[in-house]
């Protein structure tokens, strides 16, 4: 949680937590900043308990901490980018929520803008999350890129 410090007093997050197997194995092939980079893919900059994940769209895109990043989350079977959740609702607060994972999501594993934070266009074929339907824009339709601005 001390990775919690640097981040805004009233800001709220969810974090995917890896297993530790997964955090140790990631140590000893990345480079720092790879890691630090990879660390970042699991925190969504708001609080979602395990029924705000539920009752998003399967397939929807989440922001993520690392700037520029999102990935998806399906919800039968509960999965970020792949990554199955095995402990949801492993910890609450009022400003955060943690669940835990499987393993690790990649850097590779995630959907990368091309434009600004919040300008919505992103990915390698052009997508925006106003192109992507109602199963890709479940975040949008939450009104969740408004609270993160």
């Known amino acids: 949680m001390a990775a919690l410090a640097f981040y805004s007093a009233h800001a709220s997050y969810t974090i995917f937590a890896p297993t530790d197997a997964s955090l140790f194995a990631l140590d000893m092939i990345q480079t720092a900043s790879s890691y630090n980079e990879t660390l970042h893919l699991h925190f969504v900059p708001l609080r979602l308990s395990l029924s705000d994940l539920r009752s998003i769209s399967s397939g929807s ?15 039968d079977p509960l999965q970020v980018t792949g990554v199955d959740v095995t402990l949801p609702g492993l910890f609450y607060s009022r400003r955060v929520a943690i669940h835990g994972l499987v393993g690790i ?7 990368f803008e091309y434009g600004e934070r919040l300008g919505l266009g992103f990915g390698s074929e052009g997508e925006s999350i106003g192109s992507l339907g109602s199963e890709g824009r479940a975040i949008d339709t939450l009104g969740l890129f408004d609270l993160i601005q």
């Open 61 to 75: 895109i989440l922001p993520t901490h690392l700037p520029y990043s999102t990935f998806r989350l399906t919800t």
């Open 105 to 111: 999501v990649s850097l590779s594993s995630v959907i």
